[in-house]
């Protein structure tokens, strides 16, 4: 199927970016996938591709391909395949971008271009990803979904241990699917792309989800807080960067404003290298202190950058 999507996408460019009506011979020696053995199969091939193309919705015409009409060649008008400006406002531009933005298929990005040529997308200072990606692991999503909808448990391999939990929900955060269960009596969390086996149970309503029960207040907000590891780590600031870490880390851990003016903060750690690429963002401004396992961690990172 991926030829034949590819195969298509190569004759709709070809036939929009020609100077005029091509004729199949040109189309056979000219586009990828049309290389055929034999003329009845290029025939068949290309015939198929046509009603595809039509089904599609997609404007293919015969035109002449000289003024004494005598060949005959195919051609896409491209004023009759764009879109008419739908006039969108501000806002609706904007809920569009975000909307590309959120799910990513087979691991390729949002259509951005799209959303520009519908009159550009929106100005954001957010470096938080918003993509979901929904490629290699879309059959296990699939099945957690249904784990959850339907109340069955869940079974998989997580960190080379095995789990069975009853999955109360999932939850997207920072580009990653998290599902939300009980596994005896603990409310755990666990990243979809780690776990790996996923068996959904055959039976239906097997667990009650507790009422008035949020996943989503089961994840933490803070990257570095999601993870199988438990250490504290203590980080000075500059003065002149204590304003926006304080800001950053809320009410997470502990912090001491020092005599010139920097911070002193003691933060629970979880996921080391979101901590690490957190940290990164501070550039110098930021120094870790403990424990010595995280900061070799730490520098083997900036090294290996430069």
């Keep these: 199927m991926q030829r034949v999507i590819e195969r298509i996408l190569n004759l709709l460019a070809f036939l929009l970016t020609a100077a005029g009506p091509v004729t199949a011979d040109e189309i056979r020696t000219t586009v990828a996938g049309y290389d055929q053995g034999t003329d009845e199969a290029f025939h068949r091939m290309f015939e198929r591709d046509k009603d595809l193309l039509r089904r599609l919705g997609i404007p293919l015409e015969l035109a002449p391909t000289d003024g004494w009409q005598v060949e005959?060649?195919?051609?896409?008008?491209?004023?009759?395949?764009?879109?008419?400006?739908?006039?969108?406002?501000?806002?609706?531009?904007?809920?569009?971008?975000?909307?590309?933005?959120?799910?990513?298929?087979?691991?390729?990005?949002?259509?951005?271009?799209?959303?520009?040529?519908?009159?550009?997308?929106p100005v954001t200072a957010s470096g938080e990803p918003l993509a979901a990606s929904l490629s290699e692991g879309a059959e296990d999503?699939?099945?957690?979904?249904?784990?959850?909808?339907?109340?069955?448990?869940?079974?998989?391999?997580?960190?080379?241990?095995?789990?069975?939990?009853?999955?109360?929900?999932?939850?997207?955060?920072?580009?990653?699917?998290?599902?939300?269960?009980?596994?005896?009596?603990?409310?755990?969390?666990?990243?979809?792309?780690?776990?790996?086996?996923?068996?959904?149970?055959?039976?239906?309503?097997?667990?009650?989800?507790?009422?008035?029960?949020?996943?989503?207040?089961?994840?933490?907000?803070?990257?570095?807080?999601?993870?199988?590891?438990?250490?504290?780590?203590?980080?000075?600031?500059?003065?002149?960067?204590?304003?926006?870490?304080?800001?950053?880390?809320?009410?997470?851990?502990?912090?001491?404003?020092l005599d010139d003016g920097g911070l002193r903060v003691e933060l629970p750690v979880a996921n080391p290298e979101a901590f690490i690429g957190w940290l990164l963002s501070f550039d110098d401004a930021a120094e870790l202190v403990a424990p010595p396992e995280l900061r070799q961690r730490l520098v083997a990172r900036v090294e290996e950058g430069l």
């Design 141 to 257: 999503l699939g099945s957690a979904f249904l784990a959850v909808a339907e109340r069955r448990l869940l079974t998989f391999d997580y960190r080379a241990k095995p789990r069975r939990i009853a999955p109360y929900g999932l939850v997207h955060r920072r580009g990653h699917w998290y599902v939300v269960g009980a596994e005896g009596d603990a409310v755990k969390v666990f990243r979809m792309d780690k776990a790996s086996d996923i068996e959904v149970g055959h039976e239906a309503g097997a667990f009650d989800r507790p009422a008035g029960f949020r996943a989503a207040d089961a994840i933490p907000q803070a990257p570095w807080e999601a993870g199988g590891e438990d250490m504290t780590a203590t980080v000075l600031f500059d003065a002149d960067m204590a304003w926006w870490a304080r800001r950053q880390i809320g009410n997470r851990g502990s912090a001491e404003e």
């Design 72 to 121: 005959q060649g195919y051609l896409v008008d491209p004023d009759a395949y764009a879109l008419p400006d739908p006039g969108l406002t501000d806002d609706e531009r904007a809920a569009l971008w975000l909307a590309a933005q959120i799910v990513r298929l087979g691991g390729q990005v949002g259509a951005a271009d799209a959303v520009f040529k519908l009159g550009g997308a």
